[in-house]
């Protein structure tokens, strides 16, 4: 359903470290940089057909989080999860919600872990079990 996500930046090497470090963690490599045509530089990571984007906001101004908003990344196990939280934390990011660990709902069991990239804006590790 999805073709891309991308979140704004006010600094794109720390969000670049951050970044490489918990995409890393899910199988993506390094990203694509590219330089628009008003000088602004974004990031394109691809894995698994998908793709996420980092951007200095094109219109100059100062990049903001959205109120609400949740981007979640698959993971392959409950310790994945647990890992791109960790990770995430040591790279710059902080943790949000409660631990990371099970949580039961009406979707039936999963995994999740939360955390906030170095702008604030607000990722989901979540894993359910086959």
Do not use: W
């Not at 199988?27 to 990571?45: D, K, Q, W």
């Not at 980092?54 to 109120?67: I, M, Q, R």
Request: charged share 20%; aromatic share 6%; hydrophobic share 30%.
């Amino acid at each position: 359903m999805l073709n891309h996500v991308m979140v704004g930046s006010n600094d794109i090497e720390r969000s670049k470290r951050f970044y490489d470090a918990v995409l890393g963690l899910l199988g993506a490599g390094e990203p694509i940089c590219n330089t628009g045509p008003t000088g602004h530089t974004r990031l394109f990571y691809r894995h698994d057909g998908s793709l996420f984007g980092v951007t200095e906001p094109l219109n100059g101004e100062e990049a903001t989080v959205a109120n609400g908003g949740t981007i979640g990344f698959k993971c392959n196990s409950a310790e994945q999860v647990q890992a791109f939280h960790d990770i995430g934390v040591a790279h710059g990011g902080t943790t949000c919600e409660d631990p990371p660990g099970l949580r039961e709902s009406s979707l039936g069991p999963m995994h999740l872990g939360y955390v906030r990239d170095p702008d604030g804006n607000k990722l989901c590790a979540i894993y359910r079990a086959p």
